[in-house]
Nanobody
C-alpha cells in the first residue's frame, strides 16, 4: 500500500533551520505531484508548498515564500522541505501529501491530494 513517511521535525530556535523529508513507497513516485501542508493547534490544515512530478514547477504559500524551498529526488522517492529563518508562527505538524493528477501545475488545494503522511512536529521557540 502507499506510505508517506515524514522525518526531520524537531525543536529549533527562531531564525534557525530544519529540513523535512518525506519518503514515499507503494506508488510510482515520479508520476505524482507532491505537497507539504501544516496544521497548528486549533487551526485548519493549510498549504505550504507543492512541486510537480518532475520538479520544474514549485508553488509556495505567501507566508513561507523566500524562506522555504521544496525539492524532490525521484531516484530516492523522496520530497524535501528546507525551512530557513524559522519563526514561532511556523510551529505546526507538517504533512506531506501525494496527488496522482499528472500535471505540471501542482494543486494548492488539500482536497486534491490522495495520500497523506502521518506528520512530523516542528516547534520554533522565540
Amino acid at each position: 500500500q502507499v506510505q508517506l513517511v515524514e522525518s526531520g521535525g524537531g525543536l529549533v530556535q527562531a531564525g534557525g533551520s530544519l529540513r523535512l523529508s518525506c519518503a514515499a513507497s507503494g506508488l510510482t513516485f515520479s508520476r505524482y505531484s507532491m505537497g507539504w501542508f501544516r496544521q497548528a493547534p486549533g487551526k485548519e490544515r493549510e498549504f505550504v508548498a507543492a512541486i510537480d512530478w518532475i520538479g520544474s514547477n514549485t508553488y509556495y504559500a505567501d507566508s513561507v515564500k523566500g524562506r522555504f524551498t521544496i525539492s524532490r529526488d525521484n531516484a530516492k522517492n523522496t520530497v524535501y522541505l528546507q525551512m530557513n529563518s524559522l519563526k514561532p508562527e511556523d510551529t505546526a505538524v507538517y504533512y506531506c501529501a501525494a496527488d496522482r493528477t499528472f500535471s505540471s501545475h501542482p494543486s494548492l488545494n488539500r482536497s486534491q491530494y490522495d495520500y497523506w503522511g502521518q506528520g512530523t512536529q516542528v516547534t520554533v521557540s522565540s
